[in-house]
């Protein structure tokens, strides 16, 4: 069955230090997205992307955050500049064309600790 | 602004008893709707979806869920809860925009 990698699995960072999150979405999706889940909270939408373009992003997305496919297969999540509040799990997600039959298909998260 | 609102924040069962987690949400247009489980340590999986058609849908794991179309629920349910069971549970709503909202999750606890 067709899978979202994200890497790494965790990463630890200073805070004010920038980290990029990979993702590679699954291969025929055209939608991405990226979620993020503070410990003990509920999953949060942070942005979705199409047509290498953002074409939604909640108010947690603000210009510290950048999202980018830089060549065909990958899918990142620059945060500029780290805060301690930015500690969580973000996940990618891909769905297909029509938005499909299959909801999202989430990847394995990344766990971002800033110290 | 739709929502999604899921009833139970913490729910304790023993095994082989009957689970019901209720979720209710609030768009009037035409929605997809899904139940998320996050096992200890783990990714969100999906565990079933409705899109049309029979509002009972049959997940994996023993999972069914009702889809309401009057009382906007999406109530899932398993007649006989395991311990492996044990997991959050998130109910989600795609509308048109194709963007997913979830509900603040249910941790679900099942004894031995």
């Known amino acids: 069955e067709p899978e979202v990698t994200q890497t790494p699995s965790h990463q630890v960072t200073q805070m004010g230090q920038e980290v990029i999150l990979r993702c590679v979405p699954i291969?025929?999706?055209?939608?991405f997205y990226w979620y993020r889940q503070i410990l003990g909270q509920k999953v949060e939408f942070l942005v979705s992307?199409?047509?290498?373009?953002?074409?939604?992003k909640s108010e947690i997305f603000d210009d510290q955050f950048s999202v980018e496919r830089p060549d065909g297969s990958n899918f990142t999540l620059k945060i500029r500049s780290t805060k301690l509040e930015d500690s969580a799990m973000y996940f990618c997600?891909?769905?297909?064309?029509?938005?499909?039959?299959?909801?999202?298909?989430f990847g394995s998260g990344t766990r971002l600790t800033v110290v | 602004a739709q929502s999604v609102s899921q009833h139970n924040h913490h729910v304790i069962l023993s095994e082989a008893a009957s689970l019901e987690l209720g979720c209710n949400y609030s768009?009037?247009?035409?929605?997809?709707l899904f139940w998320y489980v996050q096992y200890p340590g783990q990714h969100l999986q999906l565990l079933l979806k409705?899109?049309?058609?029979?509002?009972l849908v049959k997940g994996i794991k023993g999972f069914e869920a009702e889809f309401i179309k009057s009382k906007f629920s999406f109530n899932l349910r398993k007649p006989s809860v395991q311990w492996s069971d044990t997991a959050e549970y998130f109910c989600?709503?795609?509308?048109?925009?194709?963007?997913?909202?979830f509900g603040k999750g249910t941790r679900l606890h099942i004894l031995p």
């Open positions: 997600a891909s769905s297909d064309p029509a938005g499909g039959d299959y909801g999202y298909t």
């Open positions: 291969s025929n999706h055209l939608y």
């Open positions: 992307f199409y047509n290498n373009e953002i074409s939604e």
């Open positions: 768009y009037g247009g035409t929605v997809n």
């Open positions: 409705y899109f049309s058609g029979d509002p």
């Open positions: 989600a709503v795609r509308n048109r925009d194709d963007k997913i909202i």
